[in-house]
């Protein structure tokens, strides 16, 4: 059965609540909420995906750069007093704060810890199609998959035919969550170029009603393979941006 997620930024707790509301009112389809880990926010990944439950289903992101090695996992009880299951692991940023501790902690190793001493969780791992060739991304997702991640969170996809490629290269039986954000502005749609690296169709355009039509026809994508689809409304209304899709 397909999965729905909307990942929501927690900038604020009451902002978040308030998406929170708004997708539970507005949005049926979605079961689940994933989380990202932003350390300047004070709201921690795994503290926003708590106000999530127990209406939605709800998975953290967990960056690996920033577990130290010899202390407990940080996460591990909260996780286990509001019933959170699954989690993301990325190996995440250098922060921007050159005062920020972090680690020499990659996202295979914090797979790997997070499977041996969390055991009962599901394990996702990140999936990039623009960082490196083709190849170079299937061997890396073959490595996350055997330090114990049992499916990927993709980067926001503008383009089915990428998707399909990367489609064939995975194992089959393996869980994948096709993501699609809305970038309705030239200077968004140049940050995904530049920073990013995405690639975007000849056809895009940086309007809603571009990003309303592509969210159906991912979300068709993922239903028509038996996979999930997450969607990520950057400046963009939650409910504008999905009602009537999701």
Known sequence: MTRVSIELVPRSRSGLRAELAAVAEHLPGADTINIPDFPRFSTRSWHGCAFARPHHRAIPHIRAVDLNPREPLPMAAHLDQHGIDEVIVITGDAPGDMNARVYNVDAEAAIR???????????????????????REQSYLERKLEAGACGFFTQPFFDLRLMDAYADLLPEGVEVWWGATSVTSEGSEGYWRTRNHA?????FEATLEWNRRFACELLTFARERGQHAYFMPIKADVVEYLGGIV
């Open 113 to 135: 810890r997070i499977r041996r001493e969390l055991p009962h969780l599901k394990v996702y791992a990140g999936l990039d199609p623009y960082r490196q060739s083709l190849s």
């Open 199 to 203: 690639v975007f169709p000849r056809r």
